[in-house]
Nanobody, 128 residues
Framework: QVQLVESGGGLVQAGGSLRLSCAAS???????????MGWFRQAPGKEREFVAG????????SYADSVKGRFTISRDNAKNTVYLQMNSLKPEDSAVYYC??????????????????WGQGTQVTVSS
């Protein structure tokens, strides 16, 4: 079993930056602990959407078009932690951000069974 805990959310003005962290614990090593890591977000009244992903092995990344060039996902396997550096934030970035781990080292850019484990989310609010 894997448990994910996000942190780093908060209130920031448009144009500002935040860095989110996701710490993993439990079975984080081996076949069932080597899956890709990702960030999703969900705004009120909207569906949860893919933001960014990184392969735990290899480090290949993927981003949603809406955040490309502004957000950077990274991971520190030794610390079992994944980060999301968010720059040039816009009000439309406001959402609850969720960390997730896939069941394999492949980034799937849609919400579904491939993303097996989830954190509780951290709120990001960007003011105008």
């Amino acid at each position: 079993q894997v448990q994910l805990v996000e942190s780093g959310g908060g209130l920031v003005q448009a144009g500002g930056s935040l860095r989110l962290s996701c710490a993993a614990s439990g079975r984080t090593f081996g076949t069932f602990g080597s899956g890709a890591m990702g960030w999703f977000r969900q705004a009120p009244g909207k569906e949860r959407e893919f933001v960014a992903g990184v392969m735990r092995i290899g480090g290949i990344t993927s981003y949603a078009d809406s955040v490309k060039g502004r957000f950077t996902i990274s991971r520190d396997n030794a610390k079992n932690t994944v980060y999301l550096q968010m720059n040039s934030l816009k009000p439309e970035d406001s959402a609850v951000y969720y960390c997730a781990q896939a069941n394999q080292n492949t980034i799937v850019t849609t919400l579904g069974p491939a993303w097996r484990y989830w954190g509780q989310g951290t709120q990001v609010t960007v003011s105008s």
